[in-house]
T-cell receptor
Framework: DTGVSQNPRHKITKRGQNVTFRCDPI?????LYWYRQTLGQGPEFLTY????????KSRLLSDRFSAERPKGSFSTLEIQRTEQGDSAMYLC????????????FGAGTRLSVL | QKEVEQDPGPLSVPEGAIVSLNCTYS??????FMWYRQYSRKGPELLMY????GNKEDGRFTAQVDKSSKYISLFIRDSQPSDSATYLC???????????FGGGTRLMVKP
């Protein structure tokens, strides 16, 4: 399978713990996006990378959230001191190149904060 | 008010019916319009992609964009039970930028 891969698929954590998710984009896709989706809502943009550079961050991305893409390949999204309101599906998407507009999504990581 | 509005449904239709799904938006700068399908506990899957106003057809699916009315539609002909899913409209200002999604419409096609 050469699609966008996200791990883990489901994460259960206690409030106050830190969690990290990983996204492996489609090979040679140089733009990578993170979105958050809560139940019954559409995905909301969090941040995106062009290669290793983080180009835009949403106001939804509080200081407890940090994303990296150190070598322009896979990306991680870390949430520190998790809160119950962080419970959501975290989706990753990638596009082949600058100017390409079709975003290919992974299956997401579902976070449950108890 | 959200930038992109979409009726959440659920929309229930019999197999073989023509389905009409719609979104309205407020940002006149949107130029790129997409429809994604999302099955339960899966990521969104692109169905249709349109630039600016006009129609686009692909098999049983037709997408329409009316920028003057800030209104987009997706029509599904000969609907099948396998079409049962949540349909998300999405749009962006520039190619490669963030997508702004509607809240999704849940569709149920009954055999």
């Amino acid at each position: 399978d050469t699609g966008v891969s996200q791990n883990p698929r489901h994460k259960i954590t206690k409030r106050g713990q830190n969690v990290t998710f990983r996204c492996d984009p489609i090979s040679e896709h140089n733009r990578l996006y993170w979105y958050r989706q809560t139940l019954g809502q559409g995905p909301e943009f969090l941040t995106y990378f062009q290669n290793e550079a983080q180009l835009e961050k949403s106001r939804l991305l509080s200081d407890r959230f940090s994303a990296e893409r150190p070598k322009g390949s896979f990306s991680t999204l870390e949430i520190q001191r998790t809160e119950q309101g962080d419970s959501a599906m975290y989706l990753c998407a990638s596009t082949p190149r600058k100017g390409e507009n079709i975003q290919y999504f992974g299956a997401g990581t579902r976070l449950s904060v108890l | 008010q959200k930038e992109v509005e979409q009726d959440p449904g659920p929309l229930s239709v019999p197999e073989g019916a023509i389905v009409s799904l719609n979104c309205t938006y407020s940002n006149s700068a949107f130029q790129y319009f997409m429809w994604y399908r999302q099955y339960s506990r899966k990521g969104p899957e692109l169905l249709m992609y349109t630039y600016s106003s006009g129609n686009k057809e692909d098999g049983r699916f037709t997408a329409q964009v009316d920028k003057s009315s800030k209104y987009i539609s997706l029509f599904i002909r000969d609907s099948q039970p396998s079409d049962s899913a949540t349909y998300l409209c999405a749009m962006s200002v520039n190619a490669g930028n963030m997508l702004t999604f509607g809240g999704g419409t849940r569709l149920m096609v009954k055999p």
